[in-house]
């Protein structure tokens, strides 16, 4: 296998622990956003990583109140195979719950007919990606709306033991185009 590519000569070249794997931004409106490992030990192989961040600036192409983006992983979509706890407010008043979906990580985006140039902002984190332990994922977002302005926060659990290779982001009434989308990988170190 070949070194990494902040693997220089044997030399760690990267003063960071984070590492981007991959930026996405959208000409097209777009349903599904796909995020696999390359498995071939360059900077794309989830496999050298110990938890990954997405951060996400989007907003879905479809008309009404808010729409959502809801993360699988490794195309398990079976229902109860995941488990959240939400919280979120408006300014005027708030809400929590728990589900089992077939989904973690949701983000409420902005419809097409809210304002212009509105955009959610988002970090998911997910937690112990190669670990022979369940995952864990945070979620963390905003944006402004008149069909409310919306925080959100979410802890989830996907209930595998397998490694993550693949991550799928789902919009429902797709990705608007101009959504844009980054995956890092954070590196088992500890940086001084």
Same mark, same amino acid.
């Given at each position: 296998?070949?070194?990494?590519?902040?693997?220089?000569d044997g030399v760690l070249t990267d003063g960071e622990a984070w590492v981007g794997i991959?930026?996405?931004?959208?000409?097209?409106?777009?349903?599904?956003? $796909?995020?696999?490992? $390359?498995?071939?030990?360059?900077?794309?192989?989830?496999s050298q990583y110990m938890d990954l961040v997405i951060i996400s600036y989007s907003r879905?192409?479809? $008309?009404?109140?808010?729409?959502?983006?809801? #993360?699988?992983?490794?195309?398990?979509?079976?229902?109860?195979?995941?488990?959240?706890?939400?919280?979120?407010?408006?300014?005027?008043?708030?809400?929590?719950?728990a589900t089992n979906p077939s989904y973690t990580g949701v983000v409420y985006i902005p419809?097409?007919?809210?304002?212009? &140039?509105?955009?959610?902002?988002? #970090?998911?984190?997910?937690?112990?990606?190669?670990?022979?332990?369940?995952?864990?994922?945070?979620? $963390?977002?905003?944006?402004? &709306?008149?069909?409310? &302005?919306?925080?959100?926060?979410?802890?989830?659990?996907?209930?595998?033991?397998?490694?993550?290779?693949?991550?799928?982001?789902?919009?429902?009434?797709?990705?608007?185009?101009?959504?844009?989308?980054?995956?890092?990988?954070?590196?088992?170190?500890?940086?001084?």
């Amino acid at each position: 296998m070949a070194d990494p590519a902040y693997i220089v000569d044997g030399v760690l070249t990267d003063g960071e622990a984070w590492v981007g794997i991959a930026t996405t931004t959208l000409g097209v409106d777009t349903a599904v956003i $796909t995020f696999t490992s $390359t498995d071939d030990g360059q900077v794309g192989d989830f496999s050298q990583y110990m938890d990954l961040v997405i951060i996400s600036y989007s907003r879905s192409a479809a $008309t009404g109140s808010w729409k959502d983006i809801r #993360v699988t992983f490794n195309n398990d979509t079976t229902y109860g195979n995941y488990s959240n706890q939400h919280f979120y407010g408006d300014g005027t008043s708030a809400a929590a719950a728990a589900t089992n979906p077939s989904y973690t990580g949701v983000v409420y985006i902005p419809a097409s007919d809210t304002a212009a &140039n509105v955009f959610s902002a988002a #970090v998911h984190s997910i937690f112990d990606i190669n670990s022979g332990k369940y995952k864990s994922v945070t979620v $963390t977002s905003a944006a402004d &709306n008149s069909n409310p &302005n919306t925080v959100w926060t979410q802890g989830g659990i996907w209930k595998s033991q397998a490694a993550i290779t693949e991550i799928d982001m789902t919009a429902l009434g797709t990705f608007a185009a101009g959504s844009m989308i980054s995956l890092f990988g954070i590196l088992p170190r500890m940086v001084a």
